[in-house]
């Protein structure tokens, strides 16, 4: 984490590959194939900074000096930038910090990167994906996902579990929030399907009763949310460990269908359709016996007072 935190606020005028400080042998990994996820992550990174820079395909060829098929061509995944090109593209369409050393590093692997090597990529993809996939499920054993988070959660519960720094503390909350915010601000239609195992309820007893309030007062936000949904796991499941399943739905955007999940030292996103499709079936087998919030929270009233 440190040395995400270290990429990110390097300073500018450095080359990219400068502020990465990684070993020669992680800036060389390769995969046998592209990975199509990967490939997704690049290309819709630079529509999207165009577009909120609001300029068409051929504004920014010019600013680039390209052709408007060389972007057209990013954008849908015909080609990719070379690694060369990353800086002044990065550099035009205001992408900064730890997004350009990403691309660089995409761009670098020749679009076979190995998404899964670092755990703050795949919090980066997740965050991306959140903005673009037509359907997202959750579940969450543990903890209350990073999107339904308020402060005072990270702070009274996992800062002190994970023994984290005040520094390391305060870049977590920065992105959430961050990815709360721009979550708030998607305009196409979604469907957001979150199940949380009930012991993360019961962890709340450990926060401010002002701020537990708080905690589950968000909790109620988000669930009356259009397209969102949460449920409790109250109940024995044949859930394993926390997982995401993001499935493309009727969104033009999005990437291919996949699951993120994680152990305690890695975490990797799966895009083989067979797996996909088998942690999708299984979270929508369990989300049937589950409770909805609203129901819980009723139900839990007093001791979550």
């Known amino acids: 984490m440190a040395q995400e935190i270290a990429a990110r606020d390097a300073p500018r005028d450095k080359p990219i590959h400068a502020t990465l400080n990684l070993p020669p042998s992680t800036l060389e990994v390769s995969m046998p194939a592209p990975s199509s996820l990967t490939e997704w992550n690049a290309s819709v990174r630079f529509r999207d900074a165009r577009l909120r820079r609001k300029w068409s395909q051929a504004e920014l060829a010019r600013e680039l000096n390209l052709s408007p098929a060389t972007i057209a061509n990013w954008e849908h995944r ?15 369409l205001g992408i ?12 670098l692997a020749d679009s076979s990167h190995n998404i899964e090597l670092t755990p703050r990529e795949n919090a980066l993809c997740l965050a991306l994906a959140e903005l673009h996939y037509g359907s997202i499920w959750k579940w969450e054993p543990l903890i209350l996902p990073g999107i339904t988070q308020v402060r005072a959660y990270q702070e009274q519960i996992l800062k002190v579990v994970e023994e984290l720094t005040e520094q390391l503390s305060r870049f977590g909350w920065t992105f959430k929030k961050e990815r709360q915010s721009e979550l708030k601000q998607r305009r196409t239609k979604y469907r957001m399907s979150i199940l949380i195992g009930s012991s993360v309820f019961f962890h709340l007893k450990d926060m401010e009763l002002a701020d537990r309030r708080e905690q589950v007062e968000y909790l109620r936000e988000c669930n009356a949310r259009e397209g969102w949904e949460i449920r409790v796991m109250h109940s024995a499941s044949t859930l394993p460990g926390p997982f995401e399943v993001y499935v493309p739905g009727d969104s033009p955007t999005a990437g291919p269908p996949f699951v993120y999940t994680e152990i305690h030292d890695l975490s990797w996103c799966i895009e083989e359709r067979d797996r996909v499709q088998a942690y999708h079936e299984l979270i929508k087998k369990n989300w049937k016996h589950a409770t909805p919030l609203k129901e819980f929270l009723d139900a839990e009233r007093d001791r979550l007072a």
């Open 78 to 92: 015909r080609s990719q930038p070379h690694s060369s090109q990353i800086e002044k593209i990065c550099d035009v």
């Open 96 to 107: 900064k910090g730890e997004i350009k050393a990403f691309l660089y590093r995409l761009a």
